[in-house]
């Protein structure tokens, strides 16, 4: 009941703010959202000053941390929103309004449990970036390194707590009273929302995954993320090697210093391509403001909050499903996910592979430089939902990393797909992991990893026939004591029938 009247002002406070800032729009989109469009109109203002994108940014704003993490990934869709929206939406990625640098060094001070004079013998007060969950300080420490400080917000954790409870409250109605929409698992994806969003708040989990994505790319040509200061790093601090570049979404910054898009791109392509296939782990939150070119042109990945894994099974099914629409073998896109497990056996093979055949064929016929894979991966998965597929959340991050991947590379080279870029890898990676010795080899990793378990199994057996052995001694020494008893009693009558 509280959390219903909780919900409910938080709710009235949402449309309260698109209504002054005029940014309704996106809704227009929404088929179902017609009739809430028509109630509204009455009460928005038309007074509101600035372009749509202004309007809607300045709301997202308002509203708060989660809100503007939409935000951000709506100013990687120009397709979907037009360019002129997206480009105003993009200060929402690191131009907000900072808290002051007294509270950063309180918490610094807090966290780390040393004065600021220990740690630095320089810190600038003015961030030079503020985020909707955190903000960023320059600073030299005490042996010369110059570093960049991560802060997180005060009250942070409660404001996005706040906001998940009321997105899946929202999410729960909907899928309770449309029944239409409960194909699409929204309550699910908001929940994977909420997880990623939660695991931001530890900046620790952070820097771990800042060091994993390091070490795995370290022999990567034209990409590098920042070594991490573990002696300057806590829950709600992280210190991270300074590097400074260009905004990759800054073409003017990136022609004046010399950088070719279509170069940045190729790298950005096979970057991307390693850390899904080859490595498993992927930077789930590549934004035009998590990243930066270097003086050299090396990409530097920023913000690791946001990461996803894909173990190698999953990346083969993966590869197959699009090798499979590639080459419109529907037939072999739907055994994989049976195969996979994705789907379940009671769901009609046939009907799903039809299904997959209307994704297919309208796209297709396009040349590979228009094909956006990560829209074809999303119309996949929802299509699949629609036959009771089971929550994917991997999949569903990675759905939402092509998506921004691909926009990022739309601002670095708009003639140019990035996947035809990365198409020779691709090729060698699929020849390697889904043909004949890829077979071969995966019966052999099975083969031993069962044979690495079988002194285990060796010892399970022998533990199960002892406990056998105990209890089929304990059963016949019952038996025996059951036996003599019966015995005693019938004696007993006997006797006192004799008697």
């Known amino acids: 009941m509280l959390r219903g ?6 709710l009235m406070q949402l449309a309260r703010s698109l209504f002054r800032h ?4 996106p809704l227009e989109q929404i088929p179902a959202a017609a009739p809430l469009l028509r109630i509204a109109r009455p009460f928005t203002s038309r007074k509101a000053e600035g372009r749509p994108g202004e309007r809607l940014a300045r709301a997202l704003q308002e509203l708060g941390p989660c809100f503007i993490k939409f935000g951000q990934s709506l100013a990687t869709r120009g397709d979907l929103i037009g360019d002129p929206i997206a480009r105003d939406l993009a200060q929402l990625q690191d131009r ?21 004079n220990e740690l630095f013998v320089q810190f600038d007060e003015t961030p030079v970036a503020a985020a909707s969950i955190a903000q960023v300080h320059f600073a030299r420490t005490t042996d010369g390194r110059d570093v960049a400080v991560k802060v997180l917000r005060p009250d942070i954790e409660r404001a996005i707590e706040r906001d998940l409870d009321l997105l899946l409250w929202l999410a729960g109605i909907v899928e309770r009273l449309q029944s239409q929409y409960r194909r699409y698992r929204i309550v699910d994806t908001v929940e994977i929302f909420a997880t990623s969003t939660r695991r931001e708040m530890d900046l620790r989990l952070e820097a771990a995954a800042a060091a994993e994505l390091r070490e795995n790319c370290a022999d990567d040509r034209g990409f590098r993320v920042p070594d991490v200061d573990w002696q300057r790093t806590a829950r709600r601090v992280a210190t991270f090697e300074r590097v400074e570049g ?13 950088h070719s898009g279509e170069t940045i791109l190729a790298h950005a392509s096979a970057v991307f391509f390693n850390q899904v296939f080859r490595d498993g782990f992927f930077h789930g939150d590549m934004h035009p403001g998590n990243m930066l070119i270097a003086a050299n042109g090396d990409i530097v990945a920023l913000d690791f909050g946001i990461m996803g894994r894909l173990d190698l099974a999953t990346r083969r099914h993966l590869a197959a499903i699009l090798v499979g629409f590639l080459r419109r073998d529907y037939a072999s896109v739907a055994d994989v996910f049976f195969d996979a497990g994705f789907l379940p056996d009671t769901v009609d093979r046939l009907s799903f592979t039809q299904a997959c055949r209307a994704i297919g064929e309208p796209i297709l016929d396009k040349p590979l430089s228009q094909i956006s894979f990560g829209r074809v991966l999303g119309q996949i998965l929802a299509v699949a939902e629609q036959f009771e597929m089971r929550s994917q959340p991997q999949l569903l ?35 390697r992991h889904l043909g004949p010795w890829a077979r ?6 099975d083969t031993m990893r069962i044979a690495g378990r079988l002194p285990q199994l ?3 057996m022998d533990t199960a026939l002892e406990l056998f052995n105990e209890r089929r001694e304990a059963s016949r020494d019952r038996r025996q004591a059951f036996g003599w008893l019966v015995a005693g009693a019938i004696g007993i009558v006997i006797g006192l029938l004799i008697h």
């Open 397 to 431: 991050l990675l759905q939402k990393t092509m998506v921004v991947a691909e926009g990022v590379g739309r601002l670095l080279s708009p003639d140019v797909n990035m996947w035809e870029m990365a198409q020779p890898l691709v090729e060698a990676w699929i020849g």
């Open 96 to 116: 907000l309004p900072s808290f002051s640098s007294a509270l950063a060094r309180e918490i610094i001070e807090t966290e780390l449990q040393a004065p600021m």
């Open 458 to 460: 060796v010892q399970r």
């Open 440 to 445: 071969v080899e995966s019966a052999i990793g």
């Open 5 to 10: 009247i909780r919900n409910s002002i938080r």
């Open 22 to 25: 005029d940014a309704l729009f």
């Open 246 to 258: 260009v905004k990759v979404d800054d073409r003017r910054g990136l022609a004046a210093a010399g």
